[in-house]
């Protein structure tokens, strides 16, 4: 992960895996920014691959920034990473075109919303079912 500022912009360029063990450096992402910053870029296109963890941490990176006041634009998307968003949000098909509908904010929630219940799910399956 990488962070770098030019002017009004923070540059975010992330590589390899995006999953659970990126969240700290996408949480440290934001830590410098100033109120002087407009825009957030995030640049995947190093990211190989995604999953659940991965996604719910760039959602919260994207939401934390608005947060802020800054625009946020994702680019580079790679076809795992977007194959997987697709997945999470069900929409069938290899051209889903899931990078574009990224900015789009309800796509967004919707993707949070089904990737939040996939990690749980995937969660509960590894405690095992409840013993009554």
Known sequence: MDVQRCGSSVLVSASGE?????GAALQQALD??????QDLVVDLHGVVS????????????????ECLGLRVLAVGWQPQPQQFM????GIRGPGSATG?????????????????????????????????
């Open 50 to 65: 995604m999953d659940s963890d991965g996604l719910l941490h760039l959602l919260d990176l994207h939401r934390r920034a």
């Open 32 to 37: 410098h920014v100033t109120g002087d910053e």
């Open 100 to 132: 574009e509908r990224y900015a789009v904010a309800g796509f967004r929630r919707l993707l949070q919303e089904r990737a939040q219940r996939a990690q749980d799910l995937a969660a509960f399956g590894a405690e095992g079912a409840p013993h009554f």
């Open 86 to 89: 697709a997945q999470v949000a």
């Open 18 to 22: 995006l999953v659970e063990a990126a």
